[in-house]
């Protein structure tokens, strides 16, 4: 069951998950639930998507997930997780065909380390368009910005490993998305390419 | 080459990691820092510790691990990680004799989401010390302390797994140090237990 309906309080709990399906609990415009779909996608795993309003969170996403997160992940067997992190590496150690994170340890942690730079990025889309949007001056969280992906891009690429994946599942989403939606972002991000 | 010394800005950078070794960069009372020397001792691991003035870190240690943290560590080939959960993980793979997390993907998930809850949890040992030194009145950060701990207690086990890495390897630290140096949270969490 893949539906564009977006489940809120008081909603119907949607039945059990598919045999041989994962279930990802998510939101469409979620960039942390966009890292789980597009590992999700990239393997090629069967899946379906129930959409949280993340603003009323139904009782019965709560008592799945306590602390109400997307992605959350439900397998048929009615395991649970969440924390994109922890549900994208879950996927890939489940699913090991196409592997997305390298075998050897140094190389994984490498991997691991580039996304934690990068969640520290994230907000900023948020902050960015919501104090414009409210009229404030944002200038210096534009600065902020530019300098923090200024020190990710000369970060040595021995503590960054191979970028592929990286930009694929990690910088992608969040860039294009709000790219998409915030074209006033445009510039900014294209000077730092 | 271990010593208590705390090596601060315009120090001598030591010598390189000796062979059959791994290098801890740490500093005494940081409670992630502990994460990983708790990892490493439990698994036997050769290492040894430089401890950083975090407040006044040296050059070197910046070019080394460019965002400054502890604890990072560094093998005799140069192999540089760093944030607590990502060396605690590495060093599970490296050394996988006496192995801390489970080796199916569910388990390891279930061990990684409760240290994420966790680390939410952090840093209340610090605000809480800090505001009452400073007068202020910290009843409702105590509240939201006491909270997030009975929802941690509450969770369903098939949401933390065996408690007993949690317990040794995250938990453990902090509440042993903080019970030790502040002496009014003790009644706080003996509540809790």
Redesign the interface.
Known sequence: MTTEKCFAKGSVAPGPVPKDHIRLYSMRFCPFAQRARLVLNAKGIKYDTININLKDKPDWFLEKS??GLVPTLE?PA??????SP??C??LD??YPEKRLLPSN??G??QQ??ML??FSKVTPYFYKIPTGRKNGEDVSGLEAELKEKFT?LN??PR??TGAEEVVRAHVRGPCCQNHHAQHGHLQGLLQDLR
């Open positions: 306590p602390f397998t009615g395991e649970v997780v969440y924390e922890i549900t590496e879950y150690e489940v340890p140094f994984k942690a691991k380390m934690e730079h020190k000369e970060l021995s503590h």
